[in-house]
Nanobody
Framework: QVQLVESGGGLVQPGGSLRLSCAAS????????MGWYRQAPGKQRELVAV???????NYADSAKGRFTISRDNVKNTVLLQMNSLKPEDTAVYYC?????????????WGQGTQVAVSS
């Protein structure tokens, strides 16, 4: 059974920091691209950052320079360090695991963790 379990969300003041963690089980973690997505109320889910199986990273423009994604293939975890948080970062943040095999997609989602940025 595949599980992606996020943690680390919460309420933080503007300018503050949070570190989100996603613990994966039931997959060969090192072979998956791992990502963080977010969904704000009334908006579509959007990419925040992804890290490939080889460690390459890609960020949404809104995250560049403020957020850092990293992975630990021994602990089967992916982290999102978020600094200089803004009210517009408020959203539910979801962990994603993606693997492209034989021309198809194998994809899993976590249950989400709430991040609220407010004074």
């Amino acid at each position: 059974q595949v599980q992606l379990v996020e943690s680390g969300g919460g309420l933080v003041q503007p300018g503050g920091s949070l570190r989100l963690s996603c613990a994966a089980s039931g997959i060969v973690f090192s072979t998956y691209e791992m990502g963080w997505y977010r969904q704000a109320p009334g908006k579509q889910r959007e990419l925040v950052a992804v890290i490939g199986s080889g460690g390459s990273t890609n960020y949404a423009d809104s995250a560049k320079g403020r957020f850092t994604i990293s992975r630990d293939n021994v602990k089967n975890t992916v982290l999102l360090q978020m600094n200089s948080l803004k009210p517009e970062d408020t959203a539910v943040y979801y962990c994603n695991a993606l693997r492209i095999i034989f021309g198809g997609r194998v994809e899993y989602w976590g249950q989400g963790t709430q991040v609220a940025v407010s004074s």
